[in-house]
């Protein structure tokens, strides 16, 4: 019996993916021809434009809610009262609480946190790797002697988070790609959103550039440009989700095995999926459905 509806799930899950690629275009063909980051975020900002006439590029943060008017009401009810508003508190007091050697992530981190989150991740030289916000918070507490928090850990690292990013409300997304070394961990992380992936066979570009603004499952896709902008999200008013456990979750939904929260593989599609927001305002802790 629950082999049957497993089965069945199976299936409408199978259909509904069949229904949207219908219109699949040429995403998954074009990843390996080489890119530079500007011309390829022109390029999918152009096609959304081409989708979306008339549309501001700055409501391209509100994600699936631009493309929909109920929705959108919805969430402007419950941004007013916002339920994980107390979460957010929780972590403010874990932003302020001195680490073991007497300074805060305030004093840790360059001007002190405020302004940053948009400029990241970024390329770092000397490590050879990408470096995200959580590796800095993660960081400033190795410095101090403090054990590491788990970027799978809602309750420190998310939270932590939910504060910290606060700071860079309203700055405007600039993450860059600078140096080759910067060039080649961007590439591979565009490889990934364009690389199919898991049981469905469905790459990230598939669904958030080329069938951007159609239904799956009751839900709207949402658009690749403005998804880095704010986060953490919160699904349903109470769950933080941070890039990684968003990512996470798309993963399961074609059924692929996901990379670990702040694993390189991670790292490198943040990194190209950050650029496509560029020039776009943060707004930390959204709510989603
Ligand atoms: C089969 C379609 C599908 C695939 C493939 C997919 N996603 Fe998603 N994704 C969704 C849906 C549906 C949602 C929830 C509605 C929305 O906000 O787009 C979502 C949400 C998101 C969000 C949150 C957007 C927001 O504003 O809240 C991000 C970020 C995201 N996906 C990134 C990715 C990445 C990166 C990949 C590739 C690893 C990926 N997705 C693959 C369907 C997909």
């Not at 609480?97 to 991740?121: E, H, I, M, Q, S």
Request: with cysteine.
């Amino acid at each position: 019996m629950i082999g049957r509806l497993r089965a069945a799930a199976r299936k409408a899950a199978g259909a509904g993916l069949a229904a949207i690629a219908v219109g699949v275009g040429a995403g998954a063909a074009i990843a390996d021809t080489p890119i530079d980051p500007d011309t390829e975020r022109a390029s999918i900002v152009r096609r959304f434009q081409q989708r979306f006439p008339g549309r501001p590029l700055d409501d391209y943060v509100l994600g699936a809610f631009m493309l929909n008017p109920a929705g959108r009401a919805h969430y402007d009810d419950i941004m007013a009262f916002a339920p994980f508003l107390p979460d957010i508190e929780r972590g403010r007091v874990l932003w302020e609480t001195p680490l073991k050697d007497g300074r805060t992530y305030a004093d840790c981190l360059p001007d002190g946190g405020r302004n940053l989150a948009g400029r990241l991740p970024r390329y770092d030289e000397a490590e050879a790797r990408v470096v995200t916000f959580e590796m800095l918070l993660n960081r400033c507490r190795r410095e101090a002697g403090e054990a590491e928090y788990r970027h799978d850990d809602r309750a420190t690292m998310g939270l932590l988070t939910a504060w910290a990013r606060t700071l860079s409300d309203g700055m405007r997304m600039d993450v860059r790609v600078d140096t080759p070394g910067a060039r080649a961990k961007w590439d591979a992380g565009r490889a990934l959103f364009h690389r199919r992936i898991g049981q469905m066979n469905f790459a990230c570009v598939q669904c958030h550039v080329d069938n951007a603004g159609r239904t799956m499952r009751m839900e709207i896709i949402s658009p690749v440009v403005g998804q880095a902008t704010h986060f953490p999200l919160w699904r349903s008013g109470e769950t933080l989700y941070t890039p990684h456990m968003r990512f996470t979750r798309c993963m399961e939904q074609v059924r692929a095995q996901p990379f670990p929260a702040g694993s390189e593989a991670f790292n490198n599609l943040e990194y190209y999926h950050a650029t496509l927001s560029n020039g776009l305002p943060l707004q930390a802790n959204v709510y989603r459905r």
